[in-house]
């Protein structure tokens, strides 16, 4: 991997953790403000994952968590 590669991968990784965040303790604007960033046209530069698909599973693995 590259530095680019490495750094698009770091930039994802940190908003998947603050989505994660902002979905546990119900922060509205900043899970809407990282939502609008997974559907993005700069998040499909730096992958090929579906923002929409990751926004799914990333809602269900949070509400899986917090029922248990």
Excluded: C, P, W
Excluded at 8 to 21: G, M
Excluded at 40 to 67: C, D, P, Q, W
């Amino acid at each position: 991997m590259d530095g680019y590669e490495l750094l698009a991968e770091a930039i994802i990784l940190q908003a998947v953790k603050d989505y994660r965040k902002a979905l546990k303790y119900d922060a509205r604007g900043r899970k809407r403000e990282i939502e609008r960033f997974f559907r993005s046209e700069y998040f499909s530069t730096l992958t090929n994952i579906s923002g929409e698909m990751l926004i799914h599973k990333l809602r269900a693995e949070v509400k899986e968590v917090v029922i248990k």
